[in-house]
């Protein structure tokens, strides 16, 4: 079967990280025998900052990991303003990539803008909405609930990626949900031992350490963790990939401030997250909004006990006491008690990372997710036959 995925956010040259997830899964069903390709709509962007910079360098066309790239331009207004508009500036080149690729279904990744820009193509189209799409920006403006409530309700299905998100998208349009959890590359995680990813990172087997990976900083709660890991008096360690091209003055200044020992990483391969991760004696995800974070899914894969918050989808995969710890988003205090609990109790949290990494094997892989969307896709075929 042909696939064209049309995503937000793709790695590319220069941005090896966003939309990893779209990739790995890509990759996944393309093992499976499915011919992919993957259309993205990137800004067109002044040459002011680092960030706009890399977004003019990504290629027209390029290759990576084995998928096939196109990449159409589009002016992206501040504030998502306008945006219900983007299929009258980009529908046309659309429709070429798909000419040519002759697709038999497409898959569009977000409700907004690539679920709205998939329905109106005429094709077998399924739409996975992920988070923010769902629960924040269709709420933003009429004109954005109307166009995430296009995609949902056109499409031949639709998949969300936790329960927590089903919820989401049937407010904006009452219809049938799947829910499909999102993965981790077991290839990646799960395949260093601690003892060979600290002589690595050239940690001591003797350090409590700590593993945070995310972009937003204070969206994902670290000011907390860095307050947390203050109070504590064994010998801790945070290992923070912030996922930022360099790390923010804020950050430095509340590590200093709480007199918290860290090594700070900026955008750095999943590889290197995957030695990180072994290297933890806890992942922590204080985060206060999610839809279902690819970073629960890749801890749980490298056998890790999770410290974090009950939102989004968090408590469908991370059961409180059985795979780690939930705490209530900007409790510094529970998180400093959780964190001294596993620090003072390495065997528990051995346990608790035994567990998440069966529950992860069974059902947060891509293998996994993809056998699912293969169901998904034959059936939305199936239905337009």
Not at 97 to 121: C, E, K, T
Request: positive net charge; hydrophobic residues 45%; proline residues 6%.
């Amino acid at each position: 079967m042909r696939v064209l995925i049309i995503a937000k956010d793709f790695p590319a040259p220069g941005q090896p990280r966003g939309g990893v997830f779209v990739l790995r899964q890509a990759q996944a069903l393309a093992e499976l025998g499915h011919e992919i390709r993957v259309v993205r709509v990137v800004p067109h962007a002044p040459s002011w900052t680092r960030k706009w910079r890399s977004y003019r360098a990504i290629p027209e066309h390029y290759s990576i990991e084995g998928i096939a790239v196109d990449s159409i331009r589009a002016f992206f207004p501040p504030r998502m303003l306008g945006m219900e508009y983007l299929p009258l500036q980009v529908g046309g080149a659309i429709r070429r990539v798909i000419a040519d690729f002759a697709p038999d279904v497409l898959h569009a990744h977000f409700l907004i803008p690539s679920g709205q820009l998939a329905v109106r193509q005429g094709l077998p189209t399924i739409v996975t909405a992920h988070g923010s799409d769902a629960y924040d920006w269709a709420w933003r403006r009429p004109g954005l609930r109307r166009a995430a409530a296009e995609a949902i309700l056109r499409a031949q299905a639709v998949v969300a990626v936790s329960r927590f998100i089903e919820r989401r998208v049937r407010d904006l349009a009452e219809r049938d949900v799947r829910v499909i959890y999102n993965g981790a590359d077991e290839r990646l995680f799960g395949r260093l031992t601690q003892a060979a990813a600290r002589e690595l990172l050239g940690i001591g087997l003797d350090r409590f350490v700590i593993v945070f990976t995310g972009g937003d900083a204070r969206g994902k709660g670290l000011h907390d963790l860095i307050q947390a890991a203050g109070r504590l008096r064994e010998p801790r360690l945070l290992l923070l990939a912030t996922g930022l091209e360099a790390p923010v003055d804020s950050i430095r200044a509340a590590l200093a401030s709480a007199g918290v020992e860290a090594r700070l990483f900026g955008v750095i391969e999943q590889s290197e997250i995957a030695q990180l991760l072994a290297a933890a004696d806890v992942f922590t995800l204080p985060s206060y909004r999610e839809g279902l974070p690819a970073s629960i899914c890749e801890a749980m894969l490298s056998a890790r006990p999770i410290l974090a918050t009950p939102v989004g989808g968090i408590p469908e995969v991370a059961v409180d006491g059985v795979h780690g710890y939930l705490v209530a988003p900007g409790d510094v205090a529970s998180l400093e008690r959780r964190l001294r609990e596993l620090a003072r109790d390495p065997g528990a949290g051995a346990r608790m990372g035994s567990a998440g990494y069966r529950f992860a094997r069974e059902h947060l892989t891509w293998r996994v997710n993809a056998q699912r969307y293969d169901e998904v896709y034959r059936r939305a075929l199936g239905a337009t036959a």
